[in-house]
DNA sequence: TAGCTGAGTTCGAAAAACGAACGCAAGGGA
DNA sequence: TCCCTTGCGTTCGTTTTTCGAACTCAGCTA
């Protein structure tokens, strides 16, 4: 077995740990969700090189995560990428990223941007809850049943 | 700019996402989630080369997510790992993956195991709110904006 | 006609990952 | 005492990825 081979893993946390665990991909969606969509401005703002940007691209389409745009410029058609409704679903590991990265990595309370809920103003935080209960649950409320 | 200078960037995302973006770091995270703690399990559950293995515990202990616990075995001190505060706070990250996971990459509702919250029985989801407010956010509600 | 631009592709060099063998310290059994 | 085992790495030669600079290509624009 191989790195890849996680990916037929019958996980659901599995196959999406090295779905995005591979290099570049999680950078990638960062900038995706921070506007950007061409892939000139991927190369230039991320400074990945052009053939793995290509590749991961292209994972993410298969993946269903992106889907690419036609869009005109210089009365050309070109296209951009852009999340599917899959892709706009990862917004909840990212923001989770964040999180963390704000309580554990920041300690000159430095950011490159800052998140508002438009309706409210407040900040945005990730969570992990109980379906049932609804309470706010940490790593040691949680019991691992392995499968049956 | 190369991968490894994304350590150094200034944004609360962007280190933590090159930290776990790194190949096998999320599949070493879940691996420990679920309960493993010591490097022959880890390499033998995740078929990971053994220099690998070593090197991404090593960068897991230097960022204080891991910590090395001695136990006896056969009367010999030995160590294991484990998660630290910092570490543990990663749950987060790991259920959003798989919220996701669970929706988008399980057609067969097939898992390797369950979850549940040991007081009520109910199950886990990861999600996005307003600090202010309380609401459930997604992409669309929030709105980003540059550094000054 | 020549140049520019966005979006890739190609290819040789460098870095990372692989995997099998080796090292090592301590305990147990013969 | 000698040898085997165990847990945890380290080494090293090979394969895979990544890098980065150059190249391609199509259609505008001058």
């Given at each position: 077995m191989s790195y890849a081979s996680f990916a037929s893993l019958p996980c659901t946390l599995g196959r999406p740990a090295a779905l995005l665990g591979e290099r570049w991909t999680l950078l990638l969606l960062r900038q995706i969700f921070l506007g950007t969509r061409r892939f000139e401005d991927f190369q230039s703002t991320m400074e990945i090189s052009r053939s793995v940007l290509t590749d991961r691209l292209n994972v993410l389409l298969q993946e269903g995560v992106l889907k690419r745009v036609p869009y005109q410029h210089d009365g050309r058609t070109r296209h951009e990428y852009r999340l599917t409704e899959k892709g706009r679903d990862l917004y909840p590991v990212l923001m989770a990223l964040r999180t963390w990265g704000e309580k554990w990595m920041a300690p000159d309370e430095e950011e490159s941007f800052h998140l508002h809920h438009?309706?409210?103003?407040g900040g945005v935080r990730a969570k992990v809850e109980c379906t049932e209960c609804g309470v706010e649950l940490t790593a040691r409320d949680v019991q691992v049943t392995a499968r049956a």
């Open positions: 438009r309706d409210c103003g």
